[in-house]
């Protein structure tokens, strides 16, 4: 017997054994086990530590992985020094903050200021051994004076958090990870295309945030349908094309939280259309542009109670750094 | 000769066979060009892409952001106005066409540039100034284009294509961080256009009220907020004409709001906050210096990267 011919393969089986086990987890899944090695307090610790960092532009302070990933408004850059790092000079006290330790993300909604002048700000930041590893950054800055493109900004000075945000949910009210997020991707689902069907369930008293206005009680659409589900069913949001590059990188089982980002496409293919009452409506822009945002949503048994989004306009169909393209949704 | 042989003697005949095929593949020339865009220009209008002449493989922008044909202008109620500028370069394979479009007959400045391979459209690249953009916008109803970017110039006045490129870099280079060194040259009538709106002189617009003419602005400081210019493409250029057709992206980084001219005046940047301008240029360059500069320029994210150059 040629045990040199025997063995040889033999243990090439067994390394190939060896490597299939250590790559026997969910796809993409560094180990088949979560660690969670930064908990609820360490990631809001975390988000805060990075946000004093910005406010003294002091990168140093911000507890960054070597490799971290900055992006402002749908684009890299570099961090620390380019964009909002280069103009930020205060920022403001009251933030809402929400972490997810099993995915080790936090996020941040509040204002900061620059140069004085006060700008909306969502951020997203994953948390990997804890060290920042990504930073995703949603700034809406105030309307130019001459002219600017319609869009809610509302006054800095008068917007605070619904302290229902912070409620701990009893375990009745509490629904799962996947639960929480299909409601929320039945809210993206009824705006996509909005036509009077609503996919997701709202509660009476939902109402939702942008940029500091509240839209469903007296701003913006509010002028023309009160209420989340009424606005919907009317189909006022007809006007989104898509809602595209939809991530949930942030649950929070306990109080009913989702985080979501991703992009309103406002194809504008038509200028004028009606609400299913009849009423004609025109198109606040003629020409194709997409709002890139971060949003949260409080949901509460199983209902869509708040949301609060931060979100700017984007050249049309900008794709996020952080998305992975769907080619299936882009030819349509 | 053995099978080796064989085989390597074949691939060399079939490699050289290739090489020959090339060279007779029939170049698309100034007319080519022409009615290449032409048709384009005819069938966006028609939202009608199915009898174009497309490549296997289509690039296709908008405002520095790539998407399908179909989508963005072409599905937003295009028209394109009469009266714009068609320029080609039989040399790239490039078409530049400056204009009027209207989405839902609402006009907009547009920049387009066409890149033809072996007579079909393998590159589509769009820049939009839109009225409620930040950026500056002037009504287009006395839209004109300056008979200058169509003039031949005189023989003791034309340039090599290096040197008219390296003009209208050393424009970029004089313009970022702007502090007075100029490296490049102007005539001393230069204007600067952009969404109709003149840079240079009149009361339109902060820096021609500040400082007015090309090279006085340039030599007094006024453009110190831009940060860099990034992403500089010179796809186009008619030697006959002094010609360029440049792309960049112009950031500004915000990180000052107010500061002086090099003289000393007082002066702020237009907007607090970071962003930049993606432009499309034309300029016109007689006896080496930059007579006229006129083009399309949309406000984008700031640091957004070039989808075509970086």
């Given at each position: 017997m040629n045990t040199k011919r025997i063995l040889k393969p033999l243990a090439a089986m067994l390394i190939a054994g060896f490597a299939n086990a250590t790559l026997a987890?969910?796809?993409?899944?560094?180990?088949a086990i979560i660690k969670i090695d930064c908990d609820h307090e360490c990631l809001i610790g975390t988000a805060r530590a990075y946000i004093k960092a910005l406010a003294n532009h002091d990168?140093?302070?911000?507890?960054?992985?070597?490799?971290v990933q900055f992006s402002e408004n749908d684009v890299l850059m570099p961090v620390g020094n380019d964009g909002l790092w280069g103009s930020i000079s205060k920022v403001r006290d009251g933030a809402l903050e929400v972490a997810d330790p099993q995915t080790g993300n936090a996020a941040w909604f509040g204002i900061v200021e620059e140069h004085g002048k006060a700008a909306y700000l969502a951020m997203r930041i994953k948390v990997v051994n804890k060290q920042i590893a990504e930073i995703e950054t949603i700034v809406n800055r105030p309307l130019d004076k001459t002219k600017d493109k319609p869009k809610p900004f509302g006054d800095p000075d008068k917007v605070s958090h619904d302290p229902i945000w912070n409620d701990i949910l009893k375990p009745e009210e509490r629904r799962s990870r996947e639960r929480l997020e299909t409601v929320t991707d039945g809210y993206f689902n009824t705006v996509e295309?909005?036509?009077?069907?609503?996919f997701t369930q709202f509660a009476d008293d939902c109402g939702r945030l942008e940029n500091g206005i509240s839209t469903t009680s007296n701003g913006g659409a509010a002028s023309v349908a009160q209420g989340c589900e009424n606005q919907f069913k009317l189909g006022?949001?007809?006007?989104?094309k898509r809602v595209r590059?939809?991530?949930?990188?942030l649950i929070d089982e306990e109080r009913g939280i989702v985080v979501a980002s991703g992009f309103f496409d406002h194809?504008?293919?038509?200028d004028r259309y009606k609400l299913k009452d009849g009423r004609e409506m025109k198109t606040a822009l003629k020409w194709p542009n997409s709002i890139s945002l971060l949003e949260a949503f409080k949901i509460r048994d199983g209902k869509i109670s708040r949301i609060e989004a931060v979100f700017t306009y984007v050249p049309y169909f900008m794709p996020s750094p952080f998305a992975l393209p769907n080619t299936d949704r882009q030819t349509r | 000769m053995t099978s080796k042989q064989l085989i390597l003697a074949a691939a060399l005949f079939a490699a050289c066979t290739a090489n020959v095929a090339l060279a007779q593949t029939p170049a698309c020339d100034d007319k080519c060009l022409t009615d290449i865009a032409k048709a384009y220009l005819r069938d966006v209008a028609k939202q009608d892409s199915s009898k174009l002449p497309w490549a296997d493989k289509v690039r296709y922008t908008e405002n520095n952001v790539a998407m399908m044909i179909g989508d963005g202008f072409w599905g937003a109620g295009p028209g394109i106005n009469d009266g714009g500028l068609l320029l080609t370069d039989a040399s790239t394979g490039n078409v530049v066409w400056y204009g009027i479009s209207t989405e839902h007959e609402q006009p907009a400045y547009h920049g387009l540039r066409l890149k033809i391979v072996n007579k079909q459209i393998s590159e589509v690249e769009s820049i939009l100034g839109r009225k409620e953009e930040p950026e500056v916008f002037a009504p287009t109803d006395g839209f004109k284009v300056d008979p200058a970017f169509t003039t031949k110039l005189a023989a003791n006045a034309k340039r090599s294509r290096e040197q008219l490129i390296a003009l209208v870099d050393g424009y970029y280079n004089t313009k970022?961080?702007?502090?007075?060194?100029?490296l490049t040259a102007f005539a001393g009538d230069c204007v600067q256009v952009v969404n109709g709106v003149?840079?240079?002189?009149?009361?339109?617009y902060w820096a021609a009220k500040a400082v007015p003419g090309c090279e006085a602005q340039m030599k007094a400081g006024v453009?110190?907020?831009?940060?860099r210019i990034r992403?500089?493409?010179?796809?186009l250029v008619n030697v006959d004409t002094g010609v360029v057709a440049a792309l960049s992206l112009e950031d500004h980084?915000?990180?000052?709001?107010d500061y002086t001219t090099l003289d000393g005046k007082p002066l702020s940047v237009q907007f607090g906050y970071p962003n930049t301008r993606g432009r499309l240029d034309l300029f016109k360059i007689d006896d080496g210096r930059i007579k006229r500069i006129e083009g399309v320029s949309v406000f984008l994210p700031y640091y957004i990267r070039s989808l075509w150059s970086e």
């Open positions: 987890q969910a796809p993409g899944m560094p180990s990168v140093a302070q911000a507890r960054l992985a070597p490799n295309l909005n036509d009077g069907d609503v006022i949001y007809k006007i989104n590059e939809r991530r949930y990188p194809a504008n293919t038509f | 970022v961080q702007n502090n007075g060194q100029v003149n840079l240079t002189a009149g009361d339109a453009y110190k907020p831009v940060e992403g500089r493409r010179y796809p980084a915000v990180r000052f709001l």
